[in-house]
């Protein structure tokens, strides 16, 4: 039946201090004296008369909100990856399991777990072990992180054109080249990754990634001159010296420089600017 209280004392008030005396029956059938000791603490002085309930109400307002969120219902990272992806719950059934209004911070949670569990398959990690530690099948594992690796791949090659001349460029080109060979899909796919020093560049209607970033000098006979452009320590689109650009002008007056492209073939008006007598 558990401990029942058999006799209690009116409150004893004294100093900073609230003390109740109790006689209570335990489970075991044996009597106890017990005392409750209450200790008093000003939480917030100087209130004023006509608003001190307002401000009591209040006050108990955020204590209340502030216990349940100490002593509401978690779940961890892993435990909802299972819920969503192994019992397919929604997030929404996820998120009311524990009390919770919003899913967003669960789906964010799940979402950063994802890309480092595809992160770790794609190093060489057991997929069945990772499987195990989730409490899904190795097929639906293998499944889960094949699309987010997809995905990944996916946002690189969106802006892949727009990072010209950024330091993270080649970084987002790597990427885009360890996914298609550990996915072993690079025959599906709409684009081909080319080093464009190589001789020769392969001959291809297929969308082309450049592992490195260069700037094209075309001449009036549409010959090139290919200059490779390091984000990290040298060519910036728009900021080569002028006695290089003097030097390549003279390397053939009589064929002259008219157009200056980006590596994806984008005009680089400041610099054709600068080649007057090839401008037409």
């Keep these: 039946m558990g401990r029942t209280i058999l006799q209690e004392t009116e409150p004893f008030i004294g100093g900073r201090n609230i003390t109740t005396y109790r006689l209570v029956a335990e489970e075991d059938g ?87 569990l595809a992160a770790s398959y794609m190093a060489g990690a057991d997929v069945h072990a990772l499987a195990a530690d989730h409490d899904i099948s190795a097929n639906r594992m293998h499944e889960i992180l094949v699309d987010e690796l997809a995905r990944q791949r996916a946002r690189n090659l969106e802006d892949i054109e727009d990072k010209v001349g950024s330091s993270s460029y080649s970084g987002d080109v790597r990427n885009i080249a360890d996914i298609t060979e550990f996915l072993g899909d690079a ?60 030097a390549l002008a003279r390397e053939d007056l009589n064929n002259p420089i008219v157009d200056v492209r980006d590596a994806y073939g984008r005009q680089i008006r400041r610099l054709k600017d600068k080649f007057a007598t090839g401008a037409h």
């Design 30 to 116: 044996t009597r106890t004296i017990e005392r409750s000791v209450t200790r008093l603490d000003d939480m917030e002085t100087g209130l004023p008369e006509d608003d001190a309930e307002a401000a009591f109400r209040d006050f108990v307002r955020k204590k209340q909100a502030s216990h349940y969120e100490k002593n509401r219902p978690r779940i961890t990272d892993a435990d909802a990856f299972s819920d969503h992806f192994g019992q397919e719950k929604t997030w929404r059934e996820i998120a009311d399991a524990i009390g919770q209004k919003s899913v967003e911070s669960i789906k964010g949670r799940v979402r950063d777990l994802v890309r480092k």
């Design 187 to 246: 025959g599906d796919m709409n684009f081909v990754i080319v080093d464009p020093f190589e001789v020769p560049v392969p001959d291809t209607n297929q969308r082309r990634i450049y592992t490195r970033l260069f700037v094209d000098f075309i001449r009036l006979d549409g010959s090139r001159t290919r200059i490779e452009e390091d984000p990290y320590v040298g060519l910036a689109l728009d900021e080569i010296h002028n006695k290089d650009l003097e």
